[in-house]
């Protein structure tokens, strides 16, 4: 559905991304996973088109990103993790502009938004300013808008900020619900929680590099670490200082 062969993106003389070979089947949850600088947002958006790799290439639904654009994004939608919505519309206009960014005729699309509305819990708030919505509202607005489509990759950028303990159950089951039906859900977030429950695969990024990929049970096999939970095997690939003395920081 997804797959990228040798993408890398550089920033002058630091890679974000260093030469990233990755495939993700229709049908699949995966969960980058990786420290803050990791490359996991930067790699979201060469995966959506919003930056364009300095070398390798991304095909979404075997379209080229940077040989057939308009058709590979068509195929896909991106959350970003913050929910940039314009505030002067209602969640009603920022529908009907959405659709029609993709083609969609509003009378064929209007039964589709109003069931994500009401599945989200947004119908009482579909013709109120998007500024009068919090920050977890704003969020289940862009996921409505970006399944309004029905794109065959999604990728979405730590999906639970600011949601409700409600509403991050909802988006998990909402997730899992898209990918049997035969879709791509690619997402980054820091919440190992949310990975376990959701995801299919997982990646593990450091520094740019993809360390290490497969199920929860296939990491704790290849590491010889068969009753470890996620958060060791997160801390043992990405790097990441897992026994530092907090309390001799605090007195001191």
Known sequence: MIQLAGATKRYGSFTAVDALDLEIPPGEVFGFLGANGAGKTTTLKMMSGILRPDRGTVRVAGHDMARDPVQAKRQLAFVPDRPYVYDKLTGHEFLRFTAALYGLEWRA?????????????????????????????????????????????????EPLVGLDPRGARLLKDMLRAYA??????????????????????IGIMRRGQLVACGTVPE?????????????????????????????????A
Not at 185 to 198: D, F, G, R
């Open 109 to 157: 699309a209007r039964p589709r938004a109003q069931e994500l509305l009401e599945l989200f819990e947004l119908e009482a708030w579909e013709h109120e300013l998007v500024e009068q919505y919090s920050h977890g509202m704003r969020q289940k607005l862009l996921l409505t808008a970006a399944v309004l489509h029905r794109p065959k990759v999604l990728l979405v950028d």
């Open 180 to 201: 049997a039906l035969g879709n791509a859900v690619i997402m980054s977030t820091h919440t190992l929680e949310t990975v376990e429950a959701t995801c299919d695969r």
């Open 219 to 251: 990491l704790r096999t290849w590491l010889r670490m068969p009753d470890a939970p996620l958060e060791q095997l997160f801390l043992h690939l990405a790097g990441e200082a897992a026994a530092r003395d907090v309390h001799a920081v605090l007195r």
